[in-house]
């Protein structure tokens, strides 16, 4: 059958529109396995751009290798690797049952991704540029010389990407369980094969398809070594600049794919104009525009405590990320080699600079620094590689650029000295930074310590002798934690049983008494050594505190009932939500380890998210009652703004005069659908408007 480009593109297309789909779907799935963590899609990240690095290595090989390998080994070797991809496919290996965690979350990600759609991504990744090749030669002149490289299939490839990225969470994610979307991915990848046997058979008939670049064409333009290096340079910024910024969101707002999505959107944009519209690209306006970019939201770093709306955050960012990105694109683009033989390698240096870009901000960064300097080391390297790619064009850009590679320098000093202020301990792992501050409680005139994740407080203590034994953030005593620690047993002064899920400052063992038993559930191995020195509600507790590492709906389904008189889920990594807590599969787990009239507690105070009305329908639909409890802040006692959630069996503790006039019924949306581990989506509850 001979090939066209019409199949081509179609083909192209396809393995894109699927590559991409499959990303946010497989991270969704492996979420819960590490709590929710928003660090889970970075890693992810690292995997997909390692896995197409892999896939344009196997395409180079293919179309290359050391002596060149011909059309017709290309066939069988292609042939058998769609086979076993497809075959695995079929029998169940792929989407298999979920793995549990392993010792390091790296690992356990990789893995994961590698058993379940390791051989289909590597597959789909080295599509496009195996078509650019094999397109070149179906189309090669009478001699035997290959077509020039049509670099619009590769921008059609991104042209699927985007709208599988965009799809998923507006139409895949709210609409169709996970079950579903993976037997609809897993029909689609069989569509892929099927026309890829179509592309083998158009290559194995082709008279010209065996034909080989000549020696004079493989001799001639040459790109130079300067090029070479920036092919790998430019997209490792790029890449940097999409890690830093999807960490930014993600860490301060959710773990969902509607935030995942965007970033990766946008840096796909900017492929897509860079290789199919390059005329788009006027280096000049996106220079002066990256400079002005770079400068603002450089100074908007420094200011840490500055918030601002979700919608102008997410806005500011996606810009600053689409003209950095759409430069070093763009560039890359001006680049690019001339002669087909080098196309290859033209797409494995940008695929290496992809995953080194993703490895460095996903992988590496959170195990050299002990805070998140992500973002400025981002901006900083965007800058030095702006002053490579305009060095020619005269001093004018050389002065700009070496300007303002100075002050990004600068200013990754500065955040450095911002964090180190007042800090009495600074780390950083897979679930994101910490920092312990030290401040004057301007009421008490007492030392004040606050936990910080990332730039949202978790927990604070005052050290003075009437404070320091006080619950304060979000724990206070009129709080709904407090209301349900205070009220959960009636009158009974009868020992309780408590369980917390998430340790922070370990502020919830503050209202412990003798004989009351304390179990608390934290997957972040860092947390429970802050708790424990630098804060005192552990042990000055005179309830008997246990602390229990690893996840704890894992713990849990493992644990014998517990019993708990409450149980309050507050595990939280800064604004970011574990969904896999908020589900029917995880109140009924609850309710296992819950007391008949127990009272469970979920703290839901967040910026961009409304969490109470998908809480209440799943109250109704376990036959729990729930109340919305909100309270105000008081800067004189160190509490702050507080909303929880709580549910019980008991209809009577609603009814309580201290409760009732603090405790509202909740509002269950109409549009709004029941969440489980095989569907959630955040975003009916997102908050647009304000912080």
Known sequence: MPSTRLLYGTTAFLSAFLLFLVEPLAAKQILPILGGSSAVWLTCLVFFQTTLLLGYLYAHWLTKGSRGVDVPSQRVAHGIMLALACGALLFGLYFGPRLGGSAHPVATIFWSLTRTIGLPFLLLASTSPLLQVWLSRSEADASGKPAPVWFRLFALSNTGSLLALLAYPVLVEPHLALRLQRGAWAFGFCLFVALSWLLLRGQHASPTSVAS?????????????????LWFLLPMAAAMQLSA????????????????????????????????????????????????????????????????????TVVFFLLECFISCFFCHGETYSLRPQKSSEATLFYLLIAAGGATGTFLVGIAFPLL??????????????AVLALAATWRDGWTQRLLWVTASGLLFALTIAIHLSYSRNSLASMRNFYGSLRVTQTDAPAQHAPMR?????????????????FSHHPTSYYAADSGIGLALRFCCGDSTRPRRIGVIGLGTGTVAAFGQPGDQIRFYE???????????????????????????GDARTSLVSEAPQRFDVLAIDAFSGDAIPLHLLTTEAIQLYLRHLAPNGILAFHVSNQYLDLAPELGLLARASHLEARDVITGSNQARGEFRAEWVLMTRDGNFFHRDEIASLADRISVLPHMRLWTDDYSSLLPILRTGSH
């Open 450 to 466: 606050t936990l910080l994740h990332g730039a949202i407080q978790h927990g604070t203590q005052i050290f003075s002798p009437e």
């Open 369 to 382: 620094f002990d805070a998140n300097y992500d973002l400025p080391i981002a901006f900083f390297l965007t």
């Open 213 to 229: 670049p000549s020696p004079a064409e493989d001799s001639a333009d040459a790109s130079p070594r300067s090029h070479r290096w």
């Open 245 to 312: 910024v999807t960490a930014h969101i993600t860490i301060n707002i959710a773990a969902i794919p509607l935030l995942w999505v965007l970033p990766l959107a946008v840096y796909l944009i900017t492929f897509i104009l860079a290789f199919d519209r390059p005329g788009f690209y006027r280096r000049p306006l996106v220079v002066r525009v990256l400079v002005l970019m770079l400068a603002s939201l450089g100074y908007a770093l420094v200011k840490t405590d500055f918030s601002l709306p979700i919608t102008l």
């Open 523 to 549: 997957i972040n191995p860092q947390v429970e050594p802050i708790a424990r020195n630098l804060f005192t509600y552990l042990r000055d507790s005179p309830a008997t505190i246990t602390v229990v590492p």
